[in-house]
């Protein structure tokens, strides 16, 4: 009977880590902060570009969007953001003058609603925290 006792306790203890893990009532990852890219200044309103901000105004309004895959969830797969999980961040298109493509540049936002933004110009490479207060 003692030796049942301990394989039992491991599988329940799995058992219920993963009821945890598939009902998100388990540890969850915090929500990260702009700040904690390292090396990665914030982006200003003269390095910023005017058509990222209008694209932050339509993010803000709810849409319309001009490309399909605003709003399609933003994975993270480089790992460049801060650890969140699935979901959380969101990707939308900052239109290239002269592109005949959706082109390199993003926005990024994290959570719903967004509480932190990232800019980035060669798509996903590099990001730069930004803060939508700058533009006022």
């Given at each position: ?26 540890p ?5 902060r ?30 319309p ?14 790992g ?57």
């Open positions: 009977m003692r030796r049942l006792v301990i394989p039992v306790l491991i599988l329940l203890i799995g058992a219920a880590t993963l009821w945890q893990q598939n009902t998100g009532k388990g969850s990852v915090p929500a990260p702009a700040d904690r890219i390292p090396g990665q200044p914030a982006a200003s309103l003269t390095d910023f570009p005017a058509e990222a901000w209008a694209t932050l105004d339509l993010i803000e309004r709810g849409g969007f001009p490309y399909g895959r605003d709003g399609s969830v933003f994975r993270n797969r480089e460049h953001l801060p650890a969140a999980e699935r979901g959380y961040y969101r990707e939308y298109t900052v239109p290239t003058p002269g592109a005949t493509d959706r082109g390199a540049r993003r926005l990024v936002s994290g959570g719903t609603p967004p509480t932190v933004w990232y800019y980035t110009d060669d798509h996903y490479r590099s990001f730069r925290p930004i803060d939508p207060e700058d533009r006022h």
